[in-house]
Every structure is written in C-alpha cells, then in structure tokens.
C-alpha cells in the first residue's frame, strides 16, 4: 500500500516500462487540516514498484503553473502512453479557479524517462466543446467537467483516442455525465467528438474512465460517488464508488445504464493493471474510512469477469466491510 504520513494520496494512474511500475498520483498536504481542501494543493507525486505493493517514492512529476496557466490552480487526474518515438507522453488535468468554480482543461508533458517530465509548449490541447458538453454557467453543476484523460491507442491503428469525465449539455442536472471522446492521428492535436455515451443513466459524472479487453471482452471502467449519483439512483442500494460495465467495442458507445457498481463508497478511483504474474488486479484509493478521509493507496485486490461487469475475488476485504 502506498501511504504518505505527512500528505492525502487519491487519484493515481500507471505506466509499465519493463518489469518495473511507474505510480503517478495525486497528493496534498495533511496540514490542510480539511481532506476538502486538498482539490486546489494537488501535486502529481511519483513512485516505483516491482510488485504493486512496495513503493518507492521518487521526485514529483509535476506541480501547478504559474497565474495566467490553464494549471495555474491544481495538476489533476491524467493517464499515460508511450508513443511511436518512445517517447512518454502524460495528458493530465488543469484546474484554474474562477471565482470558486474549477475550469478544467486537458494538457500534455512528455519525458524521455519517466522521471523527468516538460510541459508541452502548446497547452492546453483539449477544452470541452459547446456543441456537445456542458460549460460552466454557475447553475447547473458546481464546476466545468473536462478531465481524467484516458489515453489509448486505436485498435485498429488509427490513431489515438481520449475518454474525458464531461457531462452533457442537455437533461436534468443531476443527469447528465457522459463518456466524452476526442481523437488524434499524432497524440499532439486532437479534434473533440460526440459523447461516446448518453446523458440520463443515473450519473451526475463518471470520473476517472479505464477501457481494457479482459478475457475476450471489453470493459469499462469509471467512478461514481453517492452525492453525485442521479436523484432517482439513489434509491438502490448501490451507494457509489467504482463501477464498471461490459462493452461490445473499445471504441464504444457505452451503454452506462448497465453499469454495476464494484465497490462502495470506501474504495474510489479503480484502476486496472496486470501483476507481475499476469493476472489482472484493480487498485484503488481509500476513500471513506471510520474517522473520514483516508487518503491512501490499496495494495492490489483480485478480480473476475462475470456478464454484467467486474467483481472482487473471494471474502470481503476489511475495508469494504464497514
């Protein structure tokens, strides 16, 4: 498990170079006091593994710009790639707040190594595009959702695409979280397409999207708390958390409205990755805890693939039993 004494860890991406994992997440300070808080101080901090569950924590990869920046306020959620030059490419979140509210944009920095990432000169590359989703007007959400980007290679070859926390510009205001799409031909200029979803499956967003093909079928992966559940799914007994879905294509659409949730509110953000055995495993942050906010990273919890999503192997863990 990856846990820091003096700072929050939540949101948290990989890249593999060999047999080594390379750990990118979010942290913040606990002498914020408030877990709140911790959205406008994140840093993206970095670590080392060989087996998922003993990290060794190296210097940050990056931290916010400078007034006037598209990250002037946070570094978010991002994912990433390596590209057809070997090079990395990371595609991240920034936050700029204006007047409370976190306008959110998707930029790039590149590394030779992973260890020592530059911010691309032409951020930010993707802004949310009216046409199809949702700007932020002060009424209907409290922010403009355009984040997480999830970055993967066309399985056919044809390019790149990008999976973005949006919500819809249209429905009820509690409704309206999509998957939204954009697409590149050279991970360097990306064209901003419909939503590879449709508003109105019972979530106000679907934060942190991962697609993977596991045992032959193709799966979504996103998050959901309780709070920005849809009114009218609150009253299942799913409380929110990590969700997932089985898809026909990577490329989607996706039908959200099948979604099946995969943990409650104390795990959030899952990711998928391989252990070194080959076998796929899901990390997560813990998120609700018996004092509060935990903030801290899972060791790897195995999974299975039933017709209607992904499920946790085996007795429950301690953390999902409270």
């Known amino acids: 498990m990856l846990e820091l004494p003096d700072s929050w860890v939540w949101d948290f991406w990989f890249a593999q170079d060999g047999d080594q994992y390379h750990l990118f997440f979010l942290y913040a300070s606990r002498a914020l006091h408030d877990p709140d808080l911790r959205h406008g101080r994140a840093a993206v901090g970095h670590a080392v593994s060989d087996d ?14 400078d007034a006037g920046d598209f990250d002037e306020t946070a570094t978010w959620t991002g994912s990433v790639v390596r590209g057809p030059d070997e090079r990395w490419y990371m595609f991240y979140t920034g936050g700029s707040n204006r007047s409370g509210a ?16 530059h911010k691309h000169s032409g951020n930010p590359l993707v802004r949310a595009d009216p046409r199809w989703y949702e700007k932020y007007d002060g009424v209907s959400w409290f922010d403009e959702a355009w984040r997480d980007p999830w970055v993967y290679a066309d399985p056919d070859g044809d390019g790149w695409h990008m999976l973005i926390t949006a919500r819809a510009g249209r429905g009820p205001t509690d409704d309206r979280g999509v998957v939204g799409h954009a697409r590149s031909a050279d991970l360097l200029h990306w064209d901003v397409q419909p939503p590879l979803s449709e508003p109105g499956a019972g979530f106000g967003h679907l934060e942190v999207f991962q697609v993977e093909q596991i045992d032959g079928r193709v799966v979504l992966l996103f998050n959901c708390l309780r709070p920005e559940v849809a009114a009218w799914r609150k009253g299942s007994a799913a409380s929110g958390g990590v969700w997932s879905l089985v898809a026909d294509s990577l490329t989607g659409p996706f ?22 055995s080959g076998a796929w495993v ?41």
């Open 255 to 276: 039908d959200i409205a099948k979604a099946t949730p995969l943990t409650d509110n104390s795990l959030y953000v899952g990711r998928l990755i391989r252990d070194p």
């Open 282 to 322: 899901l990390l997560a942050f813990h998120n609700e805890g018996a004092t509060g906010f935990v903030g801290a990273i899972s060791d790897p919890l195995p999974i299975t693939l039933t017709p209607n999503g992904l499920t946790l192997v085996g007795s429950t863990p301690d953390h999902l039993s409270g």
């Open 52 to 65: 998922l569950r003993h990290w060794t924590r190296l210097a940050d990869a990056l931290v916010h710009g």
């Open 102 to 117: 976190m306008i959110q944009t998707i930029g790039l920095a590149t590394s030779d190594d992973l260890i020592n990432w």
